[in-house]
C-alpha cells in the first residue's frame, strides 16, 4: 500500500510540474508576443505622426503656391493679350471652374473677350426631330443625324474663323438650344451670367482667337466630335489653343488633348495645355493664346506628349 500510495503521489507531482510548466511558458510566450505587437505599434504611430508632419508641410507649400497666384496672377499677365479678341468654346460636361478662371485669366490678360459659347449635350442629335431642327436652323439639306451634325459643326469652325458671323450660326444654334452663350466676364466680377449672344456680324471680331476646352465628363465625343470641330480650325488657320483640366491618375490627364498631340495634321497647328486645373496651367493657356498662329505649336503640361511647363521666352502679343 504505502508504495501504492507513493507511486500515486509521485504521478500526481509530475502532472502538476507539467501544468505549472505549461502555465509558466504560455505566460512567456504571451508576453514575448506583447512585447512584439507592441513595437510594431509604436513604429506605425512613429510612421503616421511623421506621415502628419509631411502632410503638413506639403498643406503649407500648397497654400504658399495659391498665395502667389492670387498674389502674382495681375503682374504676371497684365498686358499679354491687350485688345487681343478671345473666344472660349467649352464643352458642356467638363469642369466648369477651371473655364472660369480661365475667362478671369483673359481678362486679367486684358484680351477683348468675346464670350463662351458652350458646345451642348443636344448636338449628340438622339433624336430625327433634333436633327431636323438642327438641319432647318441652318438651312442643311441633308436629315442624317452624322451628317447634320458634322455640317453644323462646320459651319461653325468657319464662323469662328470669319468676321462676325454674318450669316447667323451662333445665334441659330443657340435659339435651337445647341450652343449656349455666355457673356464674358467684366474685370471685378468672377462670374457673368448666360445671354442671348449677339447679332449675326456682331461676333467674332477679326482675328479672334479661340481656346477649345473639353475632356474628362465632356457628353460630346472628343474623337468624332471635338476633333474634327478642331481640325478644321486648324486647318482654316484660326489662331487656337486646345486646353483641358486633368487628374494626376492613371488615364487621368490627356484625354482630349492627347488627340491633338497625337494628330500631325493638329499638332503642328495646335498649341495644347493638359493642367488648366492649376495656376501653371493657367498661365500656359494665356501666353499660349498670346503665341496662337505662331509656329511651330508647343505641348504644354505635365502628361504625356508635353513639352514645357511655359514659353521659354516670354514675348509681346
Known amino acids: ?24 511558458g504560455s505566460t512567456v510566450v504571451d508576453r514575448v508576443t506583447v512585447d512584439q505587437l507592441k513595437t510594431r505599434l509604436d513604429s506605425v ?54 473655364v472660369d478662371d480661365l475667362r ?31 438641319a432647318a436652323a441652318l438651312a442643311i439639306a441633308d436629315d442624317n443625324p452624322d451628317v447634320v451634325r458634322a455640317a453644323a459643326l462646320s459651319k461653325l469652325a468657319n464662323a469662328l ?20 452663350y455666355q457673356a464674358p466676364p467684366s474685370p471685378t466680377s468672377t462670374s457673368a451670367s448666360t445671354t442671348t449672344p449677339p447679332g449675326p456680324g456682331t461676333i ?7 481656346v477649345i476646352v473639353s475632356g474628362a465628363g465632356a457628353r460630346l465625343d472628343d474623337d468624332t466630335m471635338t476633333m474634327p470641330f478642331v481640325t ?3 486647318l482654316n488657320g484660326t489662331p487656337i489653343v486646345a486646353a483641358e483640366a486633368g487628374q494626376d491618375t492613371p488615364g487621368g490627364r490627356g484625354v482630349f488633348v492627347g488627340l491633338i498631340r497625337n494628330r500631325p495634321e493638329t499638332a503642328a497647328h495646335v498649341s495644347t495645355v493638359d493642367n488648366l486645373e492649376s495656376f ?9 493664346v498670346r503665341d496662337a498662329g505662331k509656329q511651330p505649336a508647343t505641348q504644354y503640361g505635365v502628361g504625356p506628349g508635353a513639352q514645357r511647363l511655359l514659353p521659354e521666352t516670354p514675348g509681346a502679343p
Open 104 to 134: 478671369n485669366s483673359l481678362v486679367d490678360a486684358g484680351a477683348d473677350m468675346q464670350g463662351t459659347l458652350w458646345l451642348n449635350d443636344k448636338l449628340n442629335l438622339r433624336s430625327q426631330g433634333e436633327a431636323n431642327t438642327l
Open 280 to 288: 501653371i496651367g493657367q498661365a500656359a493657356t494665356v501666353f499660349a
Open 45 to 98: 504611430e512613429r510612421s503616421v505622426s511623421q506621415t502628419r508632419k509631411d502632410n503638413d508641410k506639403l498643406t503649407a507649400q500648397v497654400r504658399t503656391w495659391e498665395q502667389f497666384a492670387d498674389q502674382g496672377r495681375a503682374e504676371l499677365f497684365t498686358g499679354q493679350l491687350r485688345g487681343v479678341p478671345v473666344m472660349v468654346v467649352g464643352v458642356d460636361g467638363i469642369d466648369r471652374k477651371s
Open 232 to 234: 478644321q480650325l486648324a
Open 161 to 180: 474663323h470669319g468676321s462676325g458671323d454674318p450669316t447667323g450660326v451662333i445665334p441659330a444654334m443657340q435659339q435651337g438650344g445647341f450652343i449656349t
Open 1 to 24: 500500500m504505502l508504495n501504492l500510495r507513493y507511486h500515486v503521489v509521485s504521478l500526481i507531482a509530475v502532472f502538476l510540474a507539467l501544468g505549472v510548466g505549461v502555465v509558466v
Open 204 to 210: 467674332p471680331l477679326p482675328g479672334t482667337r479661340s
